[in-house]
């Protein structure tokens, strides 16, 4: 939802206000200058996300995982109705009111674009969700995830290129090297 809300408010303002400067501005007035902390608040997320996929894969493998997905109708009204709340809480921070909100020409579209945004994040969380579960089931049964020979490859090149074991001295390994004769 964080994820649409936030595309969605970017390409609102982009599609208003196609200069920049302009766009700029609107954005300092109208209490949007945390875009600039979007990369981070998108990693926090993104961590999040990964962390719920895990857990997800860890309840499958030990349950069998048999959650009821959400339904459709959340990730479509929810967005639009944060999108609507995020702007009021923006505008009354920024200037203290909440005069002029809705009046406001990237409110309506912003509000429009979450729509589809939302049936985006509902597909991809739906198949994210499936493959967190699938990993889960078969670490459970213990047999091997079926990968494709592409991913394969570029699994063992970054695995090889990462965790490539540094060689050790030989007197690390407690063996004494050989040395001139007594």
């Not at 702007?87 to 990237?106: K, M, N």
């Amino acid at each position: 939802m964080f994820g649409g809300t936030e595309v969605a408010h970017w390409l609102a303002f982009r599609l208003v206000y196609p200069n920049p400067y302009e766009r700029s501005q609107v954005l300092q007035h109208t209490g949007h200058a945390y875009f600039a902390w979007l990369p981070l608040l998108g990693g926090i997320g993104s961590a999040f996300l990964l962390s719920a996929l895990v857990l997800h894969g860890r309840d499958a493998a030990s349950r069998g995982g048999a959650v009821a997905p959400a339904g459709l109708s959340r990730f479509a009204l929810l967005p639009p109705l944060a999108f609507a709340v995020q702007e009021h809480l923006e505008r009354l921070i920024s200037s203290g009111t909440l005069l002029g909100v809705v009046l406001e020409p990237t409110f309506m579209l912003g509000v429009v674009l979450t729509l589809p945004f939302g049936v985006v994040a509902y597909l991809v969380a739906r198949l994210l969700l499936g493959v967190a579960r699938r990993v889960g089931r078969v670490l459970r049964r213990g047999g091997s995830l079926h990968v494709p020979r592409s991913a394969a490859i570029v699994g063992r090149i970054l695995l090889d290129f990462s965790f490539a074991q540094p060689r050790l001295p030989a007197l690390a390994a407690g063996h004494g090297e050989r040395g001139p004769p007594r």
